[in-house]
C-alpha cells in the first residue's frame, strides 16, 4: 500500500534542539511541496492533543529509540502511520538518516512507502477481581523486581493452562519488534517484525528448565505474582508502568489493529540487523 501524504505531524525528542532545528528544516521543505505539517515535542501538552484524524496524516518522530516508542505507543490501534528519523545511537527503530532525509523523504512523498501493521501488545491488571490497570507496548512488557537483588515467583499459563512456576530475576514479553531490544540480551530469539507472534523470555530463570519460547499473536498469556517480597513493576518499553502486588493477574495479549508503520525500503530488516551489531561476519 503506497498512500499519499498529506500532513505530517514532526514530533521531536523534548527540549533537543538539533531535533527541533531539524524539523523546521523538514517542515520548511514540506511546505514547499505542498504537504501541510506541524512540529511538537513530544511529552508536551500541544502534542497530547493533537488530532489524530487528519486524512493522510504521518508521523515523523525526530529521536532515538526512546522518543519512536513513546510516540509510537499513542499510535497503537490508529491508522496514523509512524516513521523515525535516527538521532540517537542505536536508532533500530527509525529508518530515515540526518544525512539523506532529503532524498529518503522525497522517496516518501514520490509514492515510495510501504505501510505495514505490525503486532503490539495489551496488558492488563487484575486485582481482587477489579481491573486496576492497562496500557499498551510497541517494543515489550516486562515485569521485574525493584532496587533489591532477590528473584521473583510467578506463575504463568497460556490461554488459560497453566504452564507452571517460574523464579527469575523477571520476565519480558516482547514484539517481534521488540525481539531486538531487552529481550535480546536476555537471550531471547530475534522474531520477524512481520510474524504474527510474540516472545516470552525469563531474567535469569533459577533453577528453573523455562526456556525462551514464542506464541502465538491470537493466544493470551497470564502472568500471576506469587510473592511480594520485593517491589514488583510492570512496565511497558521501559517508560510507562504500575506496581504489582501480590495475587495481581497480568493477562497480555495481541493489541487490536497493532501499529502501522511506514517504510521506504531504504534498508532491510536483515541489514539493520547487520549494521547495528547483531550479527557479525565470521569471514
Request: include cysteine.
Amino acid at each position: 500500500m503506497s498512500p499519499t501524504i498529506q500532513y505530517v505531524y514532526l514530533v521531536t525528542k523534548a527540549e533537543h534542539t538539533a531535533a527541533l532545528e531539524l524539523a523546521a528544516a523538514i517542515r520548511e521543505w514540506l511546505v514547499a511541496r505542498g504537504v501541510a505539517a506541524d512540529v511538537f515535542e513530544n511529552g508536551k501538552a500541544p502534542w497530547q492533543r493533537a488530532d489524530l484524524s487528519r486524512p493522510g496524516g504521518l508521523v515523523l518522530v525526530l529521536g532515538g529509540d526512546g522518543t519512536m516508542l513513546s510516540v509510537a505507543r499513542r499510535l497503537v490501534g490508529t491508522d496514523v502511520p509512524v516513521l523515525g528519523v535516527n538521532m540517537g545511537r542505536v536508532g533500530f527503530l527509525t529508518e530515515v538518516t540526518v544525512d539523506s532525509w532529503q532524498e529518503q523523504l522525497a522517496r516518501m512523498l514520490d509514492g515510495h512507502v510501504t505501510l505495514t501493521r505490525r503486532i503490539a501488545l495489551r496488558c492488563t491488571v487484575e486485582r481482587g477481581g477489579h481491573q486496576v490497570y492497562s496500557g499498551v507496548a510497541v517494543n515489550d512488557l516486562v515485569v521485574h523486581r525493584g532496587a533489591l537483588a532477590r528473584v521473583i515467583k510467578l506463575d504463568l499459563f497460556v490461554q488459560g493452562e497453566r504452564l507452571g512456576a517460574l523464579r527469575a530475576d523477571g520476565l519480558i514479553v516482547s514484539s517481534p519488534t521488540g525481539s531486538t531490544g531487552y529481550a535480546v540480551s536476555a537471550n531471547g530469539p530475534l522474531v520477524h517484525p512481520d510474524l504474527d507472534a510474540y516472545s516470552v523470555t525469563p531474567i535469569c530463570p533459577f533453577l528453573n528448565a523455562l526456556k525462551p519460547f514464542v506464541l502465538c499473536g491470537d493466544m493470551e498469556l497470564g502472568i500471576t505474582i506469587l510473592d511480594t517480597d520485593t517491589d514488583l513493576f510492570l512496565t511497558q518499553d521501559g517508560q510507562d508502568g504500575v506496581v504489582l502486588k501480590s495475587g495481581d493477574r497480568i493477562s497480555i495479549t495481541r493489541a487490536k489493529q497493532g501499529l502501522l508503520y511506514a517504510e521506504l525500503g531504504c534498508a532491510s530488516y536483515f541489514t539493520r540487523l547487520r549494521t547495528r551489531g547483531f550479527y557479525k561476519d565470521q569471514q
